[in-house]
């Protein structure tokens, strides 16, 4: 199994960790700075690719994204001088996806058409909600009007354009968010992605939680009855639901997050980046330093990683598990028992496909539209043993 990541591709993850303001719901790593050395950072990225491309030989490319933080804030020579860069080292499939995150306000949008000409063919857009008043909760910057014109500004310049939206927030009801993606799948796009918010530690939310200050959350069930809702809505309107949070056209896809569900290699940089990378035999994963001002020093001498880790068989086995039952298309058995040298459980396989919640046929596992509601339960009770 030392060339299992081929079976999920090998991608390029690209973190530019600056935005114009934190949003109070947000864990990534993201800061708000005032003034950027966009050369200096340029000069760094190109640095880092230079090193990995010489532990990654031989490899074709399958996607590369630019993430954050808010990567639209990137000058687009930057994204130029670092897809070149990618381009000298790794051989790139004919499809390739390049996509880059952006936020719907009119400065970003106006970049738009530098970021095509530089090589982006896709464009993610953080547009979050379509109502005002709860984008002004969401601490977003932008309004809807503004988000709908970036949105078509966006649609001239490339051929695939995603959004998000955000669900379950605060005094939200089931009627509006049913109206509120009725709209937005009426703006011809061809991929969704759609999150109920999380109340995550550390972030503004989490500390107002923990205060008992963030009040008109739904409830539990009203939360069930907004995802059944957004399935059922995006599979009428023929947008599958080919991973738990994600919708798309057919052919359509996120590529770049295929590479991570199908359990493939793909390099991290930036600073806080997430990679996994199978050299010499062995597969590692690989974390960087999160402060951006600690990794920009350290991309001088190649020291960004703040650990490399080897991963186990088992735990390999473990994560492809996790990430594939994200999919609808599920897993590959024969695989999981490669990486895990023992087949999954059997009885516990038979429970789960005689409630409903997975599909079992020759050699491959899948999770149900029912279980996907209750995924977590599903994974955790495999991973037991």
């Known amino acids: 199994m030392v060339d299992d990541w081929k079976n999920g591709g090998f991608a390029i993850y690209v ?25 200096r950072w340029k000069a760094a990225y190109l640095a880092e690719i230079d090193r990995y491309a010489a532990q990654t030989p031989d490899r074709v490319l399958t996607s590369v994204f630019f993430g954050g933080g808010t990567p639209s804030l990137m000058d687009p020579d930057v994204v130029h001088a670092i897809l070149d860069r990618i381009r000298y080292h790794w051989p790139a499939a004919n499809d390739l996806e390049v996509t880059l995150e952006a936020n719907p306000s009119s400065v970003e949008a106006s970049r738009f058409r530098g970021y095509a000409a530089a090589g982006v063919t896709r464009v993610s857009m953080g547009i979050q909600a379509l109502n005002n008043a709860d984008l002004q909760r969401l601490g977003r910057l932008h ?40 709209q937005a799948l009426s703006m011809a796009v061809d991929h969704l992605s759609l999150y109920q918010l999380t109340i995550e530690s550390g972030t503004a939310f989490g500390d107002r939680y ?99 880790e080897p991963i186990s068989r088992e735990h390999q086995a473990d994560e492809f598990l996790m990430m594939g039952l994200r999919l609808s298309e599920g897993i590959d058995t024969e695989r999981y028992a490669a990486l895990a040298d023992r087949a999954l459980p059997t009885e516990k396989l038979q429970h789960l496909s005689d409630i409903g919640m997975v599909e079992l046929i020759p050699g491959n596992l899948r999770v149900t539209p029912e279980g996907r509601a209750v995924l977590n339960s599903i994974t955790r009770e495999l991973l037991s043993g």
């Not at 530019?16 to 708000?32: G, I, L, M, R, T």
């Not at 927030?169 to 009725?182: F, P, S, T, V």
């Not at 639901?241 to 996120?254: I, L, M, Q």
Request: hydrophobic share 35%; proline share 4%; aromatic share 10%.
């Open 15 to 39: 973190h530019w960790p600056f935005c114009q303001a934190k949003c109070p719901y947000c864990d990534f790593n993201s800061h708000v700075s005032r003034e950027i050395d966009q050369e």
């Open 143 to 182: 309004s809807v009007e503004e988000a709908i014109a970036a949105f078509a500004i966006a649609r001239e310049q490339f051929d695939r354009v995603s959004f998000d939206l955000i669900y379950a927030r605060q005094d939200q009801n089931l009627d509006a968010w049913q109206q509120e993606l009725e």
């Open 210 to 308: 923990d205060r008992g200050k963030l009040r008109g959350l739904p409830t539990d069930d009203l939360a069930a009855d907004m995802y059944h809702a957004t399935q059922e809505i995006c599979q009428s309107a023929g947008y599958d639901t080919y991973e738990v949070s994600n919708h798309a056209r057919p052919g359509c896809e996120s590529q770049h997050n295929r590479v991570y569900w199908r359990y493939g290699d793909f390099v991290g940089i930036g600073p806080g980046a997430h990679g996994r990378l199978s050299i010499g035999g062995g597969r590692f994963a690989t974390v960087a330093h999160s402060a951006p001002g600690r990794w920009l020093t350290a991309a001088t001498d190649g020291s960004t990683e703040l650990h490399r």
